[in-house]
């Protein structure tokens, strides 16, 4: 009897257990329906989209925007789905629904039909699209392209995405391969990932020299009668000056006047004039910013796309803007030019483009006799050229007109000048010349100049710890004279852009 009792009492429980078993397994299969997340946030017909949530093996419908249900789908696993979108996706944002068994849920998130378009071509090289330098194509929805193709009488090139420099839904950047189609009316074409395409405008593509490198350029964006920025004025940068800014340019606004508690703002002309970002909207001015004379600020992608179109608006209060500034990086393609940039750390002491309200060019040379030229390069710039040797004691370079101020710490500074001796030219090496620095006379000798540059240009350096020991601290060069001074100096050589450097 009691053995009896005992097989029933096992069987029970054996029961109780299969049912809690069964119990828990249908648990599992009636999960909740849900969207935690999907990419891409926009589709264009025939296009995958993955879903990701909870219960993907039990939907039976995908719903987009407009209500255009899908059944095109494959299910990875209990927790991904990917869908194929339909045609006739609304162009209105939505949230995306899944359906199974009588039940929905939607998305957070919200899905459209992507509609591209094209804005600009944007060029590092100020030539245009250039081989071997960076072009970007801007717009809108262009996250779905899957390549651009550059068609030519002779050639075609295709960049697929993976080659792409940077793609995102504003803009496409890419390097113009050396294989690219050289000549006018190049067709563009971008490819979208269903296989569409789209023809933007035909370009110009030019041949390159193969290679190069970034150079910081500062482009003068405002200097003329100085703007009084009162209580809230403002002063505008027209937009056609800002079509070639990019993240990480820096815009430099130099001031004069500012009163205890100024103000800085950095705003564009849309509705609102709202600030390039919500820091930008209004800002103090710090004692280091009132001593130096200037703001500065870095754009980033976000500011980029704020002045799209829009002017620079200068705000604030209790100063005056003199002069504004762009600091941008150029693409200068690879040659036997060995200049060294000028940069922001540069101070400019005699160059012979308007710096300041005054150009060296003006004074010529103090010395009676010196033939002086000043011609201009194609990219513009322009600089000295001796045309008949001098065999006295001469002023080479001079100015005094310029308030440069007082720079901190002199000894950690490099006096430089780009320098060009013709081809055939004797002598240069041996022409006995001083450096004169804020009315401080620095002897070189000879020396300062090499024999010859081949016709090339380079850049001469020289420490002033190495030409005066004691020459330190602060230097308060203000507008006393700036240049070079020396004898025995051959016609054909050509100078440029006398200025210090920090080591």
């Known amino acids: 009897m009691k053995l009896r009792t005992s097989i029933y009492s096992l069987l029970a429980i054996c029961g109780c257990l299969y ?6 397994d249908e648990m599992g299969t009636s999960q909740d329906l849900s969207i935690s997340s999907f990419y891409p946030t926009i589709v264009m017909e025939g296009t995958e989209v993955e879903v990701n949530g909870t219960a993907m093996s039990r939907v039976t419908e995908v719903v987009f925007p407009g209500g255009i249900v899908s059944t095109d789908f494959t299910v990875v696993d209990d927790r991904i789905l990917n869908v194929i979108a339909p045609a006739g996706v609304s162009e209105t944002d939505a949230p995306l629904i899944i359906r199974a068994e009588g039940n929905e849920a939607q998305s957070r998130q919200t899905i459209r039909q992507a509609k591209p378009t094209f804005n600009a071509y944007n060029f590092t090289d100020n030539a245009g699209a250039v081989t071997g330098t960076d072009m970007t194509i801007d717009g809108q929805d262009l996250l779905l392209v899957e390549s651009v193709t550059f068609t030519g009488t002779d050639s075609k090139l295709v960049i697929p995405a993976i080659e792409m420099t940077r793609k995102t839904n504003e803009s496409i950047k890419i390097t113009l391969p050396q294989d690219a189609p050289i000549g006018k009316d190049i067709q563009v074409t971008l490819t979208f990932k269903n296989g569409t395409t789209m ?4 370009l110009e593509i030019i041949a390159g020299t193969g290679g190069g490198t970034w150079v910081e350029k500062e482009v003068i964006l405002y200097e003329g009668e100085p703007v009084e920025i009162g209580n809230w004025g ?7 000056k800002l079509t070639g800014i990019k993240e990480g340019d820096v815009i430099r606004v130099y001031f004069t006047d500012a009163a205890a508690g100024a103000q800085g703002s950095l705003k564009c002309t ?3 004039w709202p ?3 919500p820091e930008l909207e209004y800002f103090d001015l710090t004692a280091d910013e009132i001593s130096a004379g200037y703001y500065m600020r870095t754009l980033t992608a976000d500011m980029v796309t704020a002045l799209n179109g829009y002017n620079l608006v200068i705000s604030g209060h ?5 002069k504004v500034s762009l600091f941008t990086s150029v693409w200068v393609e690879e040659t036997d030019d060995a200049r060294e940039p000028v940069t922001d750390s540069t101070i400019m002491l005699n160059d012979f483009e308007e710096h300041d309200g005054h150009n060296s060019s003006w004074d010529g040379s103090w010395s ?15 600089y000295l050229y001796l045309k008949t040797t001098l065999e006295g004691d001469i002023w080479l370079i001079n100015c ?15 006096v430089k000048f780009d320098l060009k001796i013709d081809e055939g030219v004797t002598g240069a090496s041996e022409a006995g010349m001083q450096i004169v620095l804020g009315d401080n006379w620095l002897w070189v000798g000879p020396g300062l100049f090499p024999e010859s540059t081949d016709g090339k240009w380079i850049t001469v350096s020289r420490n002033i710890s190495d030409l005066n020991a004691d020459l330190v601290g602060d230097l308060e060069i203000g507008t006393k004279t700036n240049g070079l001074y020396g004898s025995n100096v051959p016609a054909g050589i050509s100078i440029d852009n006398l200025r210090l450097d920090p080591k």
Request: hydrophobic letters at 25%; charged letters at 20%.
């Open 318 to 322: 209790d100063y005056t803007v003199t």
């Open 234 to 240: 403002s002063m505008q940068i027209e937009a056609s």
């Open 275 to 277: 600030g390039l970002s």
């Open 19 to 24: 049912f809690t078993s069964c119990s828990e």
């Open 199 to 202: 023809e933007l405008p035909s």
């Open 400 to 414: 005094n007109h310029q308030d440069i101020g007082t720079v901190s710490n002199i000894e950690n500074y490099v």
């Open 368 to 382: 009676s006799g010196v033939e002086l030229e000043f011609p201009k390069e194609d990219n513009g710039n322009t």
């Open 270 to 272: 849309a509705d609102g």
